[in-house]
């Protein structure tokens, strides 16, 4: 009986070895990006802890005011880490229906400017497109259509209403009630040429069959870093822009 105790604790210690040390060689030879407890780098590439990364900075609706700046904070101090220029915006309450807290501003630095810009955003959504120019945007610009992104064409960010547009008192709020929404329209690329939704979602535009390959290709690596994302394939209502959003819910169409 002792000596099956002895074995028994034995085959514990050699398995809690054995996890230690996995452990240790995962987290000296996987991607920084792969490891859910190493900090987020907004320039690494897209991994498979990326998204529940940003998350982290996600602010729950019953969050008191000092978790909201405490959060905010963090998140802002990552993405000047990464070289963008941010600022905080003020929050705001559209009679408790339209309800915004710890959104920024990105004002400039070292991520593609967005047009119109002064853009109110929550922080991690700030984050989402950042990731996105970076990782899914450039890169697809330049592999497809030869030239870098200059900006990036957009309708906003806040806007205090219900999903669709609908009206209906049942209807939910819009994650753009909540500023954490973003509707692109077009692209223009530093040699002049303007990628538009509208025009080029077909391929049957000026530019031809490369700005449908590019446009589907931003379409599928947002999936990647946004929750959300509705193009011209999902409804009639998408078919000039892409929303790109970070609903706690996931859809890709």
């Given at each position: 009986?002792?000596?099956?105790?002895?074995?028994?604790?034995?085959?514990?210690?050699?398995?809690?070895?054995?996890?230690c040390a996995g452990f240790a060689l995962l987290n000296a030879f996987a991607p920084?990006?792969?490891?859910?407890?190493?900090?987020?780098?907004?320039?690494?590439?897209?991994?498979?802890?990326?998204?529940?990364?940003?998350?982290?900075?996600?602010?729950?609706?019953?969050?008191?005011?000092?978790?909201?700046?405490?959060?905010?904070?963090?998140?802002?101090?990552?993405?000047?880490?990464?070289?963008?220029?941010?600022?905080?915006?003020?929050?705001?309450?559209?009679?408790?229906?339209?309800?915004?807290?710890?959104?920024?501003?990105?004002?400039?630095?070292?991520?593609?400017?967005?047009?119109?810009?002064?853009?109110?955003?929550?922080?991690?959504?700030?984050?989402?497109?950042?990731?996105?120019?970076?990782?899914?945007?450039?890169?697809?610009?330049?592999?497809?259509?030869?030239?870098?992104?200059?900006?990036?064409?957009?309708?906003?960010?806040?806007?205090?209403?219900?999903?669709?547009?609908?009206?209906?008192?049942?209807?939910?709020?819009?994650?753009?009630?909540?500023?954490?929404?973003?509707?692109?329209?077009?692209?223009?690329?530093?040699?002049?040429?303007?990628?538009?939704?509208?025009?080029?979602?077909?391929?049957?535009?000026?530019?031809?069959?490369?700005?449908?390959?590019?446009?589907?290709?931003?379409?599928?690596?947002?999936?990647?870093?946004?929750?959300?994302?509705?193009?011209?394939?999902?409804?009639?209502?998408?078919?000039?822009?892409?929303?790109?959003?970070?609903?706690?819910?996931?859809?890709?169409?």
């Amino acid at each position: 009986m002792d000596r099956d105790f002895a074995d028994f604790w034995n085959l514990l210690w050699e398995l809690a070895l054995g996890v230690c040390a996995g452990f240790a060689l995962l987290n000296a030879f996987a991607p920084d990006q792969d490891l859910p407890w190493k900090p987020l780098d907004l320039s690494h590439p897209i991994g498979q802890a990326t998204a529940a990364k940003v998350a982290d900075f996600d602010i729950p609706r019953t969050a008191a005011p000092e978790e909201t700046k405490a959060v905010t904070d963090a998140c802002i101090q990552v993405l000047r880490e990464a070289g963008v220029e941010v600022e905080r915006a003020p929050d705001r309450n559209d009679g408790d229906f339209c309800v915004v807290r710890g959104a920024v501003r990105i004002t400039g630095g070292a991520v593609t400017p967005l047009a119109p810009g002064g853009l109110v955003m929550q922080c991690p959504m700030a984050m989402r497109y950042v990731i996105w120019d970076r990782q899914v945007l450039q890169p697809a610009a330049r592999d497809i259509l030869g030239s870098p992104v200059a900006s990036v064409q957009n309708y906003g960010s806040y806007s205090c209403r219900r999903i669709y547009g609908r009206t209906g008192t049942d209807d939910r709020p819009s994650e753009h009630a909540r500023a954490n929404a973003l509707d692109v329209a077009a692209v223009t690329l530093e040699d002049g040429r303007v990628i538009s939704i509208a025009g080029d979602w077909t391929g049957e535009g000026r530019i031809g069959p490369d700005a449908r390959r590019f446009l589907k290709r931003i379409r599928g690596g947002a999936c990647r870093v946004f929750s959300t994302v509705l193009s011209p394939d999902y409804n009639r209502q998408h078919h000039d822009h892409l929303h790109l959003d970070g609903a706690p819910r996931s859809l890709c169409a």
